[in-house]
């Protein structure tokens, strides 16, 4: 007689998906073949072990042929559902659909994207504000990248690995602005995922894992300066990459960990509506010789105590607010694009951060940026030549700013706005739902590409 026990696979043995154990039970002194009770128990064995059989059999293959999907998916990652996904991928027959050839102009690049609980991002696009606002790189690179062919669902032939974690959603109720508080608990919350369901993360300590930070001081993961100094980066992202808007030329805590700076999101989509429906003035016809909309405190020293913008932007305004060459607004306008497209200089002033996302709508619509954030650094710089398309005053200039952009505009205003109008540039600056080659999330890939040294699959087959 036989019995047959069916179990599912074992972590350690994630590979064979599951197996079926036959146990052979020797019955010493019995003659089956006349016991009728007995050969009908044989009978029923049998018949539960080809149930079995065919079971697992169809299981195994229906997950097997599974399509993947391209769109944002909210799979929980269970103990069992992570090991049955990561074993489906781990087929050497599983197919991808194909996609725009990127993988192979970025030296075969292959990332892999975790399939988190929706908790940790789409569940935050409740809110239509997540993927729209200033921060919201973090949702279009996810969704970029899932319908890439950089992507790959072998984790194991991966480069890279993305944990996509949404932390810039969780707006205020009070002042609108992004809360920060939760960040680091759901960012450690998905890594201890993560690291209990798969070994990659603990086989390379995280230094093959991607995260963004797309907020004021990056991996600090706070809107104050001295606070993100003090808190710096956790201590479970040291040793990973950061995707972030925030960089500066000197030594600063918040950048003490492999980064990559990436500009802060402007939808290309209002980008290409406001060149589409506004008549685009010839550069020398714009009508706004400097234009500023946002936030200008007319006394510097904020609610919170602190000097906001480093007191630059109040100068600014003290200094400039009644001359008729500077456009200066304080309040919020919806119809604000069409006033760049009207501008020949567009300020922008560091905030609490260096960055800001004028910098991208500036160069975005035609209009010159003038940078004023001493030591920012600018994303991309190999595919965005900055000197040549932009000004930069340093803040202890501002107040001789109306002489200094006269004499541009006297000059070589001209060579800058040809500069300035070069599709690449803006292309380079704007993030699409799909990749397409030099946008700002193939700029990240290539600048990725140059990072496989850190690849825990490159270094093992360069190592065979």
């Known amino acids: 007689m036989a019995e047959f026990i069916g179990r599912t696979t074992n972590i350690k043995n994630y590979r064979k998906g599951f197996y079926v154990k036959m146990r052979f039970v020797h019955r010493n002194g019995r003659n089956h073949e006349k016991n009728s009770s007995n050969f009908f128990k044989r009978y029923f064995k049998w018949l539960v072990w080809i149930s079995l059989s065919l079971y697992f059999f169809t299981s195994y293959m229906i997950t097997s042929t599974n399509k993947p999907t391209t769109s944002l998916s909210k799979t929980t990652i269970t103990s069992k559902s ?3 996904l990561y074993e489906t991928n781990n087929a050497p027959t599983f197919l991808q659909h194909p996609k725009p050839e990127i993988s192979r102009e970025l030296d075969g690049l292959k990332i892999y994207i975790y399939d988190l609980p929706s908790k940790y991002n789409t569940d935050w696009l ?3 504000r997540c993927s729209n606002h200033l921060f919201a790189s973090e949702v279009a690179i996810h969704r970029a990248l899932m319908g890439s062919d950089v992507r790959t669902l072998n984790p194991n032939e991966a480069d890279f690995f993305f944990v996509p974690v949404y932390v810039s959603c969780n707006f ?9 508080g939760h960040a ?5 919350s998905a890594i201890q995922l993560i690291s209990n369901e798969m070994p990659f993360w603990n086989r390379s300590q995280g230094s093959d894992h991607v995260f963004v930070a797309s907020h004021d001081f990056g991996a600090c993961f706070h809107a104050m300066e001295d606070v993100a100094i003090a808190d710096g980066v956790p201590k479970f992202l040291k040793k990973s990459i950061i995707l972030q808007t925030f960089g ?3 030594r600063h805590p918040c950048q003490e960990v492999e980064n990559v700076v990436i500009p802060p999101f402007i939808s290309p989509e209002s980008v290409r509506s406001t060149l589409q429906t506004m008549v685009v003035p010839e550069k020398s016809k ?7 909309r946002g936030k ?6 904020n609610v919170s105590g602190r000097f906001y913008s480093k007191k630059v932007r109040t100068q600014i305004w003290q200094k400039f607010n009644r001359n008729r060459k500077f456009y200066l607004k304080r309040h919020r306008f919806r119809g604000y694009q069409s006033e760049i497209v009207r501008s020949k200089f567009c300020l922008c002033p560091l905030g609490w951060a260096p960055w800001s996302p004028r910098l991208v709508e500036s160069i975005a619509l035609g209009c010159v940026p003038v940078i004023i954030a001493d030591g920012i650094r600018l994303p991309f710089q190999g595919a965005v030549k900055w ?3 932009s000004l930069t005053v340093a803040e202890k200039d501002v107040r001789h700013l109306g002489k200094i952009l006269q004499r541009v505009a006297d000059t070589n205003l001209s060579a800058i706005q040809r500069n300035l109008w070069d599709p690449s540039v803006r292309k380079a600056l704007l993030f699409n739902n799909e990749i397409q080659q030099g946008d700002a999330t193939w700029q990240i890939l290539y600048s990725l590409s140059k990072k496989l040294h850190r690849s825990y699959n490159r270094l093992r087959l360069d190592n065979k």
Do not use: C, Q, W, Y
């Not at 009508?287 to 500023?292: G, K, L, N, S």
């Open 296 to 301: 200008m405190e007319v006394h510097p020293k």
């Open 184 to 188: 680091r608990p759901l960012i450690a």
């Open 387 to 389: 000197p040549k398309i």
């Open 286 to 292: 714009r009508d706004i010789t400097v234009f500023f």
């Open 82 to 84: 992570s090991r049955a």
């Open 248 to 250: 500066v030329k000197f």
């Open 172 to 180: 205020s109720t009070v002042n609108g602005f992004p809360a920060l």
């Open 126 to 128: 409740s809110n239509k």
